[in-house]
């Protein structure tokens, strides 16, 4: 058989998958490229531009056309992906050059007559400048319990919302993604406010009706560490909701066929062809744990329990002079601790088509009947959501509505006047508006970023692959103090070489910095997703001589938009609240609002009007969910849009 039947025979059998799915094909073209059209056209809209059909005693002189359509298809791939990987390469390089260099000099950071030293590391782990076995400790427990948190309630959400009749699941998921407003630190208040054993609203109306306190107690490591879990469940939902839409229902329906039930169908065909994105989550989780910041810090201050971050902070914060070097050299124990877990990642989804679900053929997911079970399950959810979502958020409205709260609820002190300062006061209101500017624009730039990062990582043979997959986890190594401090000394020299680099006191320098923070998460959202994105329609668009820009635009970005979704929501909204980063590189100008929400309550303690504000975060995240759900967008739902 030659070359040309057994490219005729392949596209043949690509289009008879694609109108079998579909059922809407009127006609099959004779040659090897028109029936390969009508698989796209099936799966996806039509190409544009694309060679014309052509009969078959022509298809000889297809070969210089597609030659060329080759060849500028390579040439706009190379600049296109090369683009994207320089970016991350400098995005996550600089800080990990930073954070080593550091690590060795032994001057400040910037003190150039210093000189190298390995005294830092020395002074870290054998001289007790850190007591690290009990840091590596408590930090363990924090990402631990963070992740198991994440993993049973944001797994078991992301389930039961996609793949069931469960009802009123749309306005649980409401709930749940509501969360994704508040910032960490803002949900350890909201828990000392609600369920703390001295001013907590829960814990003393118990006391008073039954004499007896609740048994949590928030200040622990575990209750700690599950406080921390929940402010990511959101997150982790996020993180496995577009895999379960993306897998094939068929394989699920084949394991019920076959008599069996719903936990056996969960544990043999669901968990195993959604684990890259369950890696993914747990992955992301744990060193989010091992390097968490903001909830410690408030929790864990009341009986001197510290992880890494809170030394790091500590040392740089409350020595004098600071300790860069140190710091640097504990934060190295994080970088190998990721390059061990990446590695381990990578060697269990290097067979990528073990989880390639999704293809050319059209499918729409069929839920499972939960029966009977339907209202009590989604009873006992919404128990677990007003438990540690919705108490502690309605304690934190009461809290903003006071004009000084102390654990009780006065009805005569109700008062609207922090929220009527919260919208009027022309710092907050600047403050507002420069968040806005840097979560739209973080946000689309690091979509852009992630989506094409997975695309190189995951569909090529580029050869620094791996490096670059790498590179995009390194952040997590890197405390935010840390990362701060080298975004602003990086734009500080790069000013002196050229006015247009000199990014300092700029808004672009705080999205960039927050971009390089949240790419791990946001790049395992899409890498964890991409694998089932099957390549037997792009194979089919080289066929018919699509280049490769017509193949992203009319095959590829189509079937990936609910991953692109996802990840735009999912930064924007991260961008939005973060601290570390804008705390390190604001001025005057550029205060954004976690900023100011820090300054209201460490140095003017104003936890009544922190409560008003983040309450009107939680009401934009609300009207942006309902505004999705206007054009008939729900995370949940997807993939059938």
Known sequence: MSTRDRLAGTAERVAEGARSAAGSVASVAASAAATTSAALGTATTPLRRVAAPVADPALERVGPVADALADRGLTAKRLVLGSVVSAIVLLTVVPLVFLLWTSVWSGFPGQFDASLTAENFLAVYTEGFFDVVELFSNSLVIAVGMTLTGLVLGLTCAWLFVRTNLPTKSWMELVLLSGQAIPGYVYAIMYVTAYG????????????????????????????????????????????????????????????????????????????????????????????????????????????????????????????????????????????????????????????????????????????????????????????????????????????????????????????????????????RDAFTNSLLVAVGGATLGTVLVVGMAYYTERTNGRFRGLVDFLSLTPLAVPGIILGSSLLFTFLWMGKFHPLLDLYGTLTIIAVGCVVVFLPVASRIAVGNVVQVHTELEEAGRIAGASWLAQMREIFLPLFKNTAAVIWFFLAIHVFQLLSIPMMTYTTDTVVIPVKLFQLYMYRPNIELVSAISTVFIGMTVVLVLLLRVFGITFYELGQR
């Open 197 to 428: 054993p001295d001013s907590g609203l829960v814990d003393r109306t118990l006391r008073d009706a039954v004499g007896v306190g609740l048994p949590v107690d928030v200040y622990s490591p575990w209750g700690i560490a599950f406080v921390v879990g929940v402010n990511v469940v959101p997150t982790f939902y996020l993180l496995t909701v577009p895999a379960l839409q993306d897998m094939d229902p068929a394989l699920e329906e084949v394991s019920r066929i076959h008599g069996a039930g719903a936990f056996e169908t969960i544990r043999s065909v669901t968990l195993p062809l959604i684990k890259p994105a369950l890696l993914s989550g747990a992955l992301v989780t744990f060193l989010y744990g091992l390097g968490e910041f903001s909830i410690v810090a408030i929790l864990g201050a009341r009986r001197g329990f510290d992880v890494y971050s809170t030394a790091v902070w500590k040392a740089i914060g409350s020595r004098f002079p600071p300790a860069y070097g140190e710091a640097a050299a504990l934060a190295c124990s994080l970088l190998l601790v990721t390059l061990v877990l990446v590695w381990y990642y990578r060697s269990v989804t290097r067979r990528k088509e073990e989880f390639m679900t999704l293809s050319g053929g059209g499918k729409r997911s069929r839920t499972w009947d939960l029966g009977r079970w339907r209202w009590p399950i989604a009873g006992g959810l919404w128990a677990v959501l007003v438990v540690v979502w919705v108490l502690p958020t309605l304690v934190m409205v009461l809290v903003s509505l006071h004009g000084s709260w102390t654990g009780t609820v006065d009805p005569g002190a109700l008062s609207v006047a922090h929220y009527a300062e919260a919208v009027t006061d022309p710092l907050l």
